[in-house]
């Protein structure tokens, strides 16, 4: 069986280093954040924790000319 993937919240996501909680949150705004929203009266944003982690490699290698 797979590893099932991590999801967190931006706060949460935040707390482990990867990214400031306001660059998570800009990332969100620009509709570059992977994740789900939950809840109905109180939406709350979930971050896939691993897809973040690849988008951010890909994207660093990218940048450095790496392709990818």
């Known amino acids: 069986m797979s ?5 967190l919240t931006i706060r949460e996501a935040a707390r482990t280093g990867l990214m400031k909680e306001y660059q998570l ?3 969100l705004a620009q509709g570059r954040l992977p ?3 939950t809840g109905t009266k109180r939406r709350t ?3 896939n924790l691993g ?3 690849e988008q951010l490699d890909r994207e660093s ?3 450095a ?3 990818g």
């Open 45 to 47: 944003f979930l971050v």
């Open 25 to 27: 949150r800009c990332l």
């Open 65 to 67: 000319g790496m392709g």
């Open 51 to 53: 897809a973040l982690a």
């Open 35 to 37: 994740g789900i929203y």
């Open 3 to 7: 590893e099932l993937p991590k999801f």
């Open 61 to 63: 290698r990218a940048a």
